[in-house]
């Protein structure tokens, strides 16, 4: 059996609320909150980046794996916020964690399914049998442009997930990938902000690839909505994962506990990995989770996990994602979030 | 920041790699040649505990140009589980929640970039103990 | 060991000296000490300073100012331990005349911070480089953080650190060299910008410009140089660890205990035989802790005893009466030079307004970094 031996997640403390960045731009908040369904977001403190958030929810899933973390053979991390255009982020996250030298390394860029590309091939090289653990992390300090949509979405924060033959928590019964080129969210070489086709993103897009990949594991693994206990889709927004369980024929309950985004906002990297760490969080052994992510470009990876009687045992051994989403927030003023997310010109 | 300097000291910053005397139990962080309690020259490898109390603690508002964009930042002296005492930033939290004796947990974090271009230097700092 | 003299010394005036250049304030003040001691030579020369380098790109600074000085070829070396370049170096010329290697020395100290480099930066690097000043420690933060363990531990208030500016202004008022010659109240220093709490402007000393130098030569030798010669009773110097959180105690200061210590013990006398003592009260927290280390208080009563007045210029042990490095001024590889030309002229009696009457022995006090490095001269009259 080959699934999951750890999980774990981050999210920063600092938030912004919907409301401050619609005042911002002279939008009315509540029809940015009923349209989009999100309240508030995850802001990166100044010092955060996709690395120092791979580095804490490593540790957290390494936490609940209980295992010597130089046992594990491959480290992955997926983002398309990478701190270096050049160098790997997961050197940084392998040698933090006391992995390396004897180690696979590789960073993952597909916009918002960098993390589950980076499950997807940690998953099979453990079942291949070339490495005995591998650890894959999404995460992301996502930036959107001012006075764009995406600025009320885009956060951060991310989750890791270490994958491996012995001590299974949730074992992986199935996978698939539906990807086609659609170039509905893009940012080029050297630009700050992202660019997006607007109305494109969704039907074309983000529907056509999670209800193909939704439809076409559940065809795969014969099995159908009601099997499962819950469902994880990507959440760009609060409306999108809602629309795509109901076309699927999941029922919102299905949905809940990994619906995290109106108070996380979209985590890209990190967002359906981290909404399936929160429905890890409540599973019960025996239940069923279906994870479909989305990244722009585009494509859809998704996984059948199916939950063993060691998360009643690892589940309390780190923070769940409740507890970072709920935890104190500190929430800024435009102001400051401005300057924590570097979009104020300085002088050099 | 120097690369080779960076790299050198890795092992401590993003892992707290210390050493312990094996004479007199000492544990030095940064490693040293030279016991400086009790002059023995044999050691061995420990790690830090990530967790520890403040012992004293101040609010820079006037820094160094590598700083001057994170004022006002809390830097504080805090003991480890182990004894041993270290100089890091505390973050994610509002100065006036500072206060001398308060738990502290240790994040990996950057700590300083050099300029635009350069390298990006992580490293440890403290937030205020409460989740796991 | 020969005994040791002062016979002549001199200083620029301490402030922001924009017209000058580092060799422009070297060469005046060295000028003036060569005047003052009536010697037609030197025999070799010290030269206290901390970092030239960071502050005015010119290492070599030895070889530079005896050039410049017109004293080439003779030999020349430029000392370093911080903020107590200056001390050190007064020590390291006591011990070449002492030795005998030399007779007639000349020990300057200099630093020329204002000239566009990042002095807060600068400094900084008298602290650990790999371990504070990686995490943005700054040398106002590091005395801040031992005034507020001060504090926690012994109850002193920022009132009565506050005091310690208020006298040293008040005696910096008196003094025509001084940086700033001004008093100030209590209430400026509490309401002014706080620069890491609970430290604000007014608690710390200035960035400044300037220079002072001594001549040595053999006590048996002095008479002929100077009508009042003035005796280096002791020199002594002593270390810490550099990283503050390395200490046992935060509020301690080991390396003034030690270097006090022996100096006592080389003089053969005791603090209550000093008459004035220039300390190193680079923040105001560092003069309460410094005179609890020197003996002349109890621990941890530092701040009450300022409060009470005792250490002001009528008071039981005059502490900066030349403004101290608060209000004289601190550039920080001439302030070791600097305590010493104050405590030659007051026990000559030439200290003017400022004088503390019939002073037979004085004390300076010059300190590195936060503490790491400290170095005690107790001087007398003959």
Redesign the interface.
Known sequence: MVGIVGYGSYL???RIKAEEIAHQWGMDPETIKRGLLLKEKTVP?????T??IA??AS??AL?RAGIDPGEIGAVYVGSESH??AVKPSGT?VA??L?ITPEVHIADYEFACKAGTEAMWVGYSIVKAGEVKYALSVGADTSQGAPGDALEYSASAGGSAFIFGGEGVVAEVVETYSYTTDTPDFWRREGAFYPRHGGRFTGEPAYFKHILGAGRGIMQKAGLKPADFAYAVFHMPNGKFPLTVGKRLGFLREQLDPGWIVPLMGNTYSGSSPTGLSATFDVSKPGELILLVSFGSGAGSDAFVFRMTERINEVREK??KVK??LE??P?YLNYGLYA?FRGKII?N? | MPVPRYKREIPQRYRLEASKCKSCGKVLFPPRLVCPKCGSREFEGVRLSDGGKIVTFTVIRVAPEQFADQTPYVVAVVELGDGVRITAQVVDCRPEEVEIGKPVRLVFRKIQEEGKTGILCYGYKCVLSSLG | MRDVAIIGCGMTKFGELWDKSIRDIFVEASLKAIADAGVDHIDSMWVGNMTAGLFVGQEHIGALMADYLGVAPIPTVRVESACASGGMALRAGFIEVASGMSDIVLVGGVEKMWDGADVTYALSTASDQEYEVYHGVTFPGLYAMIARAHMHRYGTTREQLAQVAVKNHKNGALNPNAQFQREIKVEAVLNSTMVADPLTLLDCSPVTDGAAAAILCPLAAAKRYADVPVRILASAAATDSLALHQRGDITSLRAVKVSAENAFKQANLGPERIDLAEVHDCFTIAEICVIEELGFVEKGKGGEFTEKGYTALDGKIPINPSGGLKAKGHPVGATGVAQVVEVVEQLRGQAGKRQVKGAKVGLTQNMGGSGASSVVHILGVV
């Open positions: 920063p403390r600092y403190a100044p010092d955060e980046d690395v120092t580095v804490e540790r957290n936490k701190p270096y940084i040698e933090a006391g780190a923070v507890e970072l935890y104190s500190i300057k300085m050099s």
